[in-house]
């Protein structure tokens, strides 16, 4: 039989009892047309006018009616009656702007659904590329199915196509998960496992959602942001919000036991409000029932909300909202108690000196850490602070405990510099004295010719110089005691 009779056989077939719709509502009537030469075909039926079954080898193509919709594989076959379409062997699915292989297609007419398998790959029209074991497509119909979505499980791959402002391509966004959705090639849902790797981020969750036209990317279930670049940063929550504009994440909003870390700063907060640019942080925000917490190996600021401005990362203004507290250590080289000094106060405004730029041949800027320069504390303020005196040990310093409605705190080097008190100010010094069972000043440790070398000396207590006598003292003249006369 050559391959234009069986071809004319084929759609004849099809046809017989398929009801031709009218063209442009979307629906496909398939249509079998031979690929070559050497299409095979053979056609049975149960009963004379039953639904037939049609089995084609030989490189097979079929299309559907008045669309420009089109499936090529190495063989197909043709079930009437479930209107069932198998194609096996290279398979080819190509409708304007998208695009589906695999080592096997199923076509079920009915719903108008592709199931493909074994190696697939799908190009979607934004250019974005999902590869996997399984897939199935559901075609875009008028009047039944307003928009194209297209669902892979195993644990598929997806590259999601960036432009930037310019229109110009560049580096795609990667994202696996156990199972992957996405609709109208713009909404992405994805579950199991999430993994998504950007050029500026890394972020991994048990379950993501994503929106391409309002770039937004929704991760939910215990995830974790990466941020890339000089200097980088890590995010944790129970849910995260990034949002992006040409294609670069601007910010990032995590709530729920949200934890941010940067260097050595560690931001901690029921909510954690992130703005970036050019990867790097550059302000935060925090707030939530558990109270706004920063710390760092030195200090340690804990309010109702905080406020950090960080231009390219750099630790640069922190402040603190309502019954704030600002602890930091003093020091140890001068002060060695264990304690904190702190300040209190309404509002808490910590300020940090911003570090010159060095060679990068020099040193690593990653590492440069800020010096806190001031602190001040506005409304109910008070402050206690240890101080090395000349009298103490490093162990018990003195202390300084003052109060008023504004309190600058200076700090340098070696700690606490300066202390000002503004507005009804009160304060108070103590400076510890000598402990009594330590050993007078007057007593020294005196060798003993019969304690072997290298055992410890008994100290030897120094007589006291007798006093000089003095005359003794005269008795005191008596007064004598009159008694009133009674009335």
């Known amino acids: 039989m050559s391959a234009r009779r069986a071809g004319v056989l084929l759609t004849l077939a099809l046809c017989a009892a398929t009801v031709v719709r009218a063209q442009g509502t979307g629906r496909c009537d398939i249509e079998l047309r031979p690929a070559n030469d050497s299409t095979r075909l053979t056609s049975t039926t149960s009963t004379p006018n039953g639904p037939r079954n049609v089995f084609v080898g030989g490189r097979v193509e079929a299309r559907c009616l008045n669309q420009d919709v089109r499936l090529l594989a190495d063989s197909a076959e043709w079930y009437q009656g479930a209107q069932v379409l198998y194609l096996i062997g290279h398979v080819r699915y190509t409708e304007p702007r998208v695009r589906v292989t695999s080592d096997q297609m199923n076509y079920f007419q009915v719903d108008e659904r592709l199931v493909a398998t074994g190696n697939v790959e799908a190009t979607l029209p934004s250019g974005s590329i999902m590869r996997g074991p399984q897939a199935t497509y559901f075609r875009a119909v008028k009047g039944f199915r307003p928009t194209s979505r297209l669902e892979a499980i195993q644990r598929p791959r997806l590259w999601l196509a960036q432009r930037d402002s310019s229109g110009r391509a560049s580096e795609p966004v990667q994202m696996t998960a156990n199972q992957m959705t996405t609709e109208n090639d713009s909404l992405v849902y994805a579950g199991g496992s999430v993994e998504i790797t950007r050029s500026d981020l890394d972020a991994q969750s048990d379950s993501a959602f994503l929106d391409s036209g309002n770039g937004l990317a929704r991760l939910m279930r215990r995830p974790v942001v990466l941020g890339k670049g ?110 904190k000094d702190w300040l209190k106060g309404d509002t808490i405004f910590a300020y940090f000196d911003s570090l010159p730029p ?106 006291p110089t007798p006093p000089a006598t003095r005359p003794a003292a005269k008795p005191a003249a008596t007064v004598p005691r009159t008694t009133p006369a009674r009335p």
């Open 358 to 463: 060095r060679p990068a041949a020099s040193a690593d800027t990653a590492t440069a850490k800020p010096k806190l320069r001031e602190l001040q504390a506005i409304g109910h303020s008070s402050a206690r602070y240890q101080m090395a005196t000349q009298t103490s040990t490093p162990e018990r310093p003195g202390i300084n405990y003052s109060r008023g409605d504004r309190i600058t705190v200076t700090m340098d080097t070696s700690g606490v510099s300066r202390v000002q008190i503004d507005e009804h100010a009160v304060g108070l010094y103590l400076e510890p004295v000598r402990d009594s069972t330590l050993l007078p000043l007057d007593v020294q440790p005196q060798p003993d010719s019969t304690t072997p070398p290298g055992s410890p000396t008994v100290p030897t207590p120094v007589k």
């Open 230 to 339: 000089e200097r980088s940063y890590t995010l944790h929550a129970d849910q995260m919000e990034l949002y992006t504009r040409n294609r670069l994440v601007q910010r990032v909003l995590s709530q729920g036991g949200a934890r941010a870390t940067s260097g050595d700063m560690l931001l901690t907060g029921d909510t954690i409000d992130l703005r970036v640019d050019e990867n790097k942080a550059q302000a935060a925000y925090i707030w939530g029932k558990s109270r706004a917490r920063a710390v760092s190996p030195d200090r340690d600021l804990l309010a109702d909300s905080l406020a950090v401005r960080m231009p390219n990362q750099l630790l640069h203004e922190v402040r603190a909202f309502r019954l704030a507290v600002a602890t930091t250590m003093p020091d140890t080289a001068n002060i060695r108690s264990g304690e």
